[in-house]
């Protein structure tokens, strides 16, 4: 029964993080890279969980911590080249 509640509440940490992530994707790139970087993330993302299956059946099982601290610091370096989208202040008028 605790295995049943933990992989609950990590299928919805896992989904939350996942809806953060396509928030602030729309927040930091600009419609026309939108779909190309969905795109390459999928593909990315099946690759990966591909090599899942293989890499936790390696002798050595601190292999797939070090791959995810590894992805991990690639990510963070990655993301402090990202500058947020500009956007245009818009006047509304209200007919009167």
Request: proline share 3%; charged share 15%; aromatic share 12%.
């Amino acid at each position: 029964m605790l295995y049943a509640f933990l992989f609950f509440i990590l299928k919805f940490m896992n989904c939350q993080s996942y809806t953060a992530l396509y928030i602030s994707h729309v927040e930091l790139f600009d419609s026309g890279v939108l779909s190309s970087s969905y795109g390459i993330c999928g593909l990315v993302s099946m690759i990966i969980n591909m090599g899942i299956s293989i890499m936790s059946e390696a002798p050595n099982k601190d292999i797939p911590l070090i791959l995810i601290m590894i992805l991990n610091l690639v990510a963070a370096m990655a993301s402090t080249f990202l500058k947020r989208k500009k956007w245009k202040r818009r006047e509304i008028k209200f007919p009167l």
